[in-house]
């Protein structure tokens, strides 16, 4: 099956599931990214500031780019023209960096911070009290240019999906308490992203508003 019929065949699958899908392009060509394009999907991930640089000047505008991997504060002026949505805000640091860049650009920046939900810990993220230490900080207080629009995690790269569905149940239980608890009147905090090519049908059964697949797409690297 091709990208765009697979592109196709999956958006039938999450539509209908009221999940949005990110179509994550890293190393992937132009050529590649088109085809996905040309088949109606806008929405692309891209782990690497200076890859996503490059393709939002080459691509067409209406991309919707996302960021998805680690981000380091020294890169976020990069792309705080242009960026849809940072995933991956895992410190007070960064996300007064985005604020600070996203000031300079006029814009309000659309972000989820990065929850640490496996048990490599090579992942990065906030921990649960990190978590509710930074949402009352005088300092995220002050922050008037991002929206933390949700959460995000990923899971442990185990073939065990009874270790990968508890590790996305905690997260969606992490959400919904976050929601109640600082988000209560914010239409806006809607978005889970949990769940890539090899487990994001367990993220859907349990709560994922956002998955981000690559290799399913696109094929293997």
Same mark, same amino acid.
């Given at each position: 099956m091709d990208i765009?019929?697979?592109?196709?065949?999956?958006? *039938?699958?999450?539509?209908?599931?009221?999940?949005?899908?990110?179509?994550?392009?890293? =190393?992937?060509?132009?050529?590649? /990214?088109?085809?996905? #394009? !040309? &088949? +109606?999907?806008?929405?692309?991930?891209?782990?690497?500031? $200076?890859?996503l640089v *490059?393709? $939002?000047?080459?691509?067409?505008?209406?991309?919707?780019?996302?960021?998805?991997? !680690?981000? $380091?504060? @020294?890169?976020?002026? #990069?792309?705080a023209p242009f960026v849809a949505l940072i995933h991956s805000v895992d410190s007070l640091?960064?996300?007064k960096e985005i604020d600070k860049q996203a000031k300079k650009n @006029?814009?309000?920046v659309d972000c989820l911070l990065?929850? !640490? /939900? &496996?048990?490599?810990?090579?992942?990065? +993220?906030?921990?649960h009290i990190e978590l509710i230490e930074l949402l009352r900080s005088e300092e995220f207080a002050h922050i008037s240019n991002?929206?933390?629009?949700?959460?995000?995690?990923?899971?442990?790269? =185990?073939?065990?999906?009874?270790?990968?569905?508890?590790?996305?149940?905690?997260?969606?239980?992490?959400?919904d308490g976050i929601k109640v608890s600082f988000f209560k009147d914010a239409v806006y905090f809607d978005t889970l992203s949990m769940g890539m090519s090899s487990d994001y049908k367990i993220a859907i059964e349990q709560g994922s508003t956002m998955v981000r697949l690559g290799s399913t797409i696109f094929g293997s690297r």
């Open positions: 765009a019929d697979q592109i196709k065949t999956i958006e *039938e699958e999450l539509t209908r599931l009221n999940v949005t899908l990110i179509a994550v392009s890293k =190393t992937k060509s132009n050529e590649e /990214i088109l085809e996905a #394009y !040309h &088949a +109606g999907q806008r929405a692309f991930g891209e782990n690497m500031v $200076q890859e *490059e393709k $939002q000047e080459a691509l067409p505008k209406d991309i919707e780019w996302h960021l998805v991997g !680690h981000l $380091q504060s @020294n890169k976020v002026k #990069y792309i640091k960064l996300l @006029n814009r309000i990065q929850i !640490h /939900i &496996a048990v490599e810990d090579t992942k990065f +993220g906030l921990d991002v929206r933390i629009r949700g959460l995000m995690g990923i899971a442990t790269n =185990t073939s065990n999906p009874k270790e990968i569905r508890e590790e996305f149940r905690e997260l969606k239980s992490l959400f």
